[in-house]
């Protein structure tokens, strides 16, 4: 039973990241065919789009009663994004940023820290708390595409006029028919990596947020991960740094709002002390490099920084997990 376990476990994460890589793909091209990106609606489909496997697992672990899982995931995820995928992007070349840039992506960051300090003195967060980081996350929205701070090229103006030039093509509607099969195969999945994980952790004795926070936490991020990569490649590094960045804050205000706005009881934050330290440190860490003596850019050096500290971060959980035994 437990072998089988595994196989599911292992499976499901493979075929979540397959999916969750095609539902990316499938919005950002009908995003770009109906130009659905220059309105609001367009900005929070994409912006759901990069998070959906994290806010699947979360939702799906938190509604299972598995709160280990969901909030593991969720912060196991930006510490992921935050030491090991910008520490990928800085140390295979260096990422070199405008002052605008690094305005767009400080504020993210100070955004994202400043929400983590004011959970932990919540201590138990609520439905309450859950609507308020929604609330956070579509003023932010807002400000983000008056503010050009993702899209580049989105406007608000004349929406009407957007969407009455959309025409419908083969092009669309294979796009939209991958958009669905996407989104169902990631939540059939989503709810078989949970189950699998919360039996795995079980048997092991092993605290569930572990998984939530490690193998989960990196089968989620491979997508976002392929994403900075195909960035580099096409050399759009601050692209992907931003995406990246973004997703983070992202996880902390929709995914977090979503979950506690789902969940059937109040979830106490200050059991996952650790993952919400390693957080805020890699917030702060990431921060620092960036305005690091007005330099303005990632070196390589920084991204092995970077690099050392996520696997710093999977020793330590390794150890509390597995001292629990």
Known sequence: ????????????????????????KSSVKIARITKLGELVVGFLILSIATV???????TTAVISGNPGIAIGNIMGSNITCLLLIVGLMAITKSVKMTE????????????????????????????????????IFFIFSIYSIKKKITLGSVRLEEPLKIILKLKISTSLLKSI??????????FVSSWFAVNS????????????????????????????????????????????????????????????????IVAPFFINIRIFTILV???????LLVLIFLLDFGRKKLDRIEGLILLIFYFL?????????????
């Open 100 to 135: 605008k840039t690094l305005t767009k992506l400080t504020e993210m960051l100070l955004l994202s820290g400043l929400i983590l300090t004011v959970l932990v003195t919540l201590n138990y967060l609520s439905k309450g708390v859950g609507f308020i980081l929604l609330l």
């Open 52 to 58: 959906i496997p994290e806010l699947t697992i979360s």
């Open 177 to 186: 028919l991958f958009l669905i099969i996407g989104i169902i195969i990631v």
């Open 277 to 283: 330290a390693f957080v805020l440190g890699s917030t």
């Open 197 to 260: 994980a919360s039996d795995i952790a079980t048997n092991f004795n092993m605290d569930k947020s572990f998984i939530g926070a490690t193998i989960m936490a990196i089968g989620a991020s491979l997508p976002e991960l392929s994403v900075a990569i195909r960035s580099q490649k096409e050399g759009h590094l601050r692209l992907g740094l931003g995406n990246t960045i973004g997703s983070c804050l992202t996880r902390l205000t929709l995914v977090l709002g979503l979950v506690l």
């Open 313 to 325: 971060f999977l020793l330590i959980v390794s150890f509390v997990s597995y001292s629990n035994l």
């Open 1 to 24: 039973m437990l072998i089988t376990d595994f196989i599911i476990f292992i499976a499901s994460v493979i075929i979540l990241s397959k999916a969750s890589h095609t539902v990316i």
